[in-house]
């Protein structure tokens, strides 16, 4: 299991994305490096990628709506990105889509804010924007 | 009327937080005989992982115990889990099982984890006794394979 987290910052967007597990011993680690990040970079938008959550129980809730919460107070929001099928119905189970947006596609929020003008950017030069950092478990 | 399981498993651990993985991979594995569908064993997993979880978080909080898993496979793939724990106990459990009820919100536990097991088994049964511990029991009747 481990977390990597992609900043970008023209966009003011932090992308978690989610390898692995969540349960509740988990979820302690990825509570750990996703709020450290929050601090240090100040986002509006977070994104947890749960693409490669492998298994998720109601911990995983506990996870969104505590990030939930620290966005809110910086006047920020939260995005779940692509969660698997069986990953979505715990999800709905609990009504994390009336607390947050459930997305399949990240890209509209991690592109430049006032990119209008700067369309012709091709999609390389992005990923190269986004500074990379990976975090594994010790 | 007693009905003899055609299969049974009995597993005990202690009630460290690495071993929630460990209780589900074992269900799992037990459970392969069965060739049960993804999301039906993705729902038994869930179940599980949550009531070991309670055990380790509420039953035991802060101190370490055991942990006894037992699953037993009846006829027309009826599967029975017995999950206990002899740890601290429920006060009131009409309460503890009620969505968003947590006594640990500080761990940001959802407190979901009842309704959960509720919605992806067919039958939860909660005993419990303060001092004592407390027995969960999760059923589920698996669908045939075509």
Same mark, same amino acid.
């Given at each position: ?37 929050? @601090?240090?970079?100040?986002?509006? +938008?977070? /994104?947890?990628? =749960?693409? &490669? ?44 889509? @009336?607390?947050?947006?459930?997305? +399949?596609? /990240?890209?509209? =929020?991690? &592109? ?27 | ?146």
């Amino acid at each position: 299991m481990n977390v990597e987290i992609k900043n970008y910052p023209s966009a003011r967007t932090l992308v978690a994305e989610i390898c692995g597990d969540i349960d509740h011993h988990t979820a302690k680690y990825f509570r750990g490096e996703i709020d450290k990040a929050i @601090r240090s970079h100040n986002p509006l +938008t977070l /994104i947890l990628d =749960y693409s &490669q959550v492998t298994f998720m129980d109601s911990s995983g809730i506990g996870l969104v709506m505590g990030r939930y919460r620290i966005m809110s107070e910086m006047g920020g929001e939260v995005i779940v990105a692509s969660p698997p099928a069986y990953i979505r119905k715990v999800l709905q189970l609990a009504g994390m889509h @009336r607390l947050t947006k459930i997305v +399949t596609d /990240i890209a509209p =929020y991690i &592109q430049e804010k006032k990119a209008a003008q700067e369309q012709n950017e091709s999609p390389d030069d992005k990923t190269k924007e986004s500074d990379k950092i990976e975090t594994k478990t010790p | 009327m007693k009905r003899k399981p055609l299969n049974e498993m009995k597993v005990s651990f202690p009630s460290y937080s690495e071993n929630e993985r460990f209780a589900r991979v074992a269900v799992s594995g037990f459970l392969t005989q069965l060739d049960p569908q993804i999301d039906e064993l993705a729902d038994v997993k869930t179940a599980v992982s949550e009531g070991v979880t309670n055990a380790i978080v509420h039953g035991y909080r802060n101190t370490l115990g055991e942990i006894f898993m037992q699953i037993r496979i009846f006829e027309n793939r009826h599967v029975y889990i017995k999950i206990r724990d002899k740890g601290c106990g429920i006060a009131d459990v009409e309460q503890a099982m009620q969505p968003l009820f947590t006594t640990a919100p500080e761990e940001e536990r959802a407190g979901l984890g009842f309704a959960v097991m509720e919605s992806f088994m067919d039958k939860v049964k909660v005993r419990s006794k303060l001092g004592e511990g407390t027995t969960l029991i999760l059923e589920k009747t698996l669908k045939e394979r075509v």
